[in-house]
């Protein structure tokens, strides 16, 4: 299992790549929209950061011809770009279109089932279904992904499920036990996954304890060089 970042932030993204987590980013258009940088340079610089892992960026026509021209230009923006088509009719159209251009694409806004069952059959790269926009308007969200999963096992279909729009550590738990490909989030719950006040408290006693050791100065002051030979 995989995790991402559902950001555009730089900073985010350079803490995320020190803790050795980071193994691909998504973005949409109101992320992008939050950083209020030009996209062309924005993007480059995700991709370049972000690589070799997969960067998700999404276009923003209505039409399946106008997505095609748009996923064509984007994805000349970096070599790990993934293209984010919309799961309807126009978004289908357009992967089509897309066939056999080796552009990766990922098809966003999956609400439902089928949605997700026609992606994969069309081929799509990865399929994004929405847990916490599901659960904010009192759907089950984490139900969606088990039933993509269960037929993506079944089928054998070779897209990755992305589990998206994730609000908290419990969701991202519970689409792991779903044995979803990858999980995207945002900075804020990767960095509640880490946070524990026992893992505080019981640190501050281990580290107090530690003054009492004899030699405890000397400890991590050289390396040990005895018994070598
Ligand atoms: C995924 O690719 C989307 O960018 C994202 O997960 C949407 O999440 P939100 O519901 O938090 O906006």
Redesign the pocket.
């Known amino acids: 299992m995989n995790i ?1 970042l ?1 950001t555009a932030n730089i900073e985010e993204i350079k803490k995320a790549k020190r803790w050795g987590v980071l193994k691909g980013l ?3 258009p ?2 992008v929209a939050r950083e209020g940088k030009d996209f062309v340079k924005l993007a480059k610089e995700l991709c370049d950061l972000v690589h070799p892992y997969p960067v ?1 960026l ?1 276009v923003v026509d209505r039409t399946g011809e106008g997505m095609a021209e748009q996923a064509r230009t984007i994805s000349e923006l970096g070599r790990n770009v993934v293209v ?1 088509l919309p799961a309807n009719p126009e978004g289908l159209a357009a992967l089509n279109l897309l066939k056999g251009e080796n552009i990766k694409t ?1 098809l ?2 999956v609400f439902s089932t089928s949605q997700a069952l026609l992606a994969m059959s069309a081929g799509a790269t990865y399929v ?1 279904p ?4 599901l659960e ?1 308007r009192g759907y089950e969200g984490i139900g969606l992904v088990r039933d993509i999963m269960h037929i993506h096992n079944a089928y054998k279909f070779k897209t990755e499920i ?1 589990a ?4 908290d550590p419990h969701q991202v738990i519970e689409a792991a036990k779903t044995g979803a490909h990858i999980i ?3 900075f804020a719950v990767l960095e509640k996954m880490l946070l524990n006040t026992m893992t505080d408290t019981d640190l501050e006693k281990f580290l107090s304890d530690w003054e009492k050791v004899p030699g405890r100065g000397e400890a991590f002051s050289r390396r040990r060089v005895e018994n070598v030979g």
């Open positions: 991402f559902d998504t973005t949409n109101s992320i998700s999404e984010k990922n966003t806004l994004s929405f847990i916490g926009r904010d992305i998206a729009s994730i609000r995207t989030m945002p």
